[in-house]
């Protein structure tokens, strides 16, 4: 719980099992199991349901006046949040875009879903100008607001670029997420071998050896 200028916010958090908990930012954790087999998909999904419905009862013991939610694919019963007080909801991604990288079902559970969560919105706050564009979201006809989640570059202080005698690249990201696009940067590193290149957020990439 985090308290500044007369008003008290608290992080809710629904997600699936970690190894460094410890790590995680302070708040309320609801963790699910989730199986990483194919035949295993209604087995997580009861897995995320369950823990939904502790963060719902958790949340509306705190009874706040507000809530921010995160973009997340749709789980039930989540859109029963906007009983308990409006919801400003953040669209960071095209969903549609991205799930089609989960593979035909998970696509399709998302594409029949999703409008339970944007439906719930009261409001919806953009990363992009590209986002609060795109007629996914526009059909929607919610109210909105593009707050990137980016720096002005001509606003902000810059050091001068070093002179290294061997360029230096840093990839900063997280793991499983096959939008990133680091194989990518394998392929990259192959062809550039005179640039040394640093990965951040990552302890290997699947099908390269250390």
Do not use: C
């Amino acid at each position: 719980t985090w308290q500044n200028h007369g008003h008290e916010v608290h992080f809710f958090s629904h997600l699936h099992t970690v190894d460094d908990e410890e790590n995680l930012i302070n708040g309320a954790r609801f963790f699910y199991k989730a199986e990483n087999r194919i035949s295993g998909f209604l087995e997580t999904e009861f897995n995320r349901i369950a823990a939904a419905k502790k963060l719902i009862k958790s949340v509306n013991n705190f009874r706040p006046d507000l809530i921010y939610l995160r973009w997340s694919m749709f789980v039930f019963p989540v859109h029963r949040l906007a009983k308990i007080a409006p919801i400003v909801l953040e669209v960071n991604t095209n969903d549609l875009m991205e799930h089609r990288l989960l593979g035909f079902w998970m696509d399709r559970y998302n594409r029949f879903t999703r409008r339970f969560t944007i439906g719930s919105a009261k409001g919806l706050v953009y990363a992009t100008k590209e986002l609060s564009k795109n007629i996914s979201f526009t059909k929607f006809k919610k109210p909105y607001a593009v707050i990137p989640n980016g720096i002005e570059m001509a606003r902000t202080f810059s050091y001068p670029a070093p002179n290294n005698q061997t360029p230096h690249l840093v990839f900063i990201g997280t793991p499983g997420m096959a939008w990133q696009g680091v194989d990518k940067l394998v392929d990259f590193a192959d062809r550039f071998k005179d640039i040394h290149i640093d990965l951040v957020g990552f302890k290997f990439i699947e099908g390269v050896e250390s």
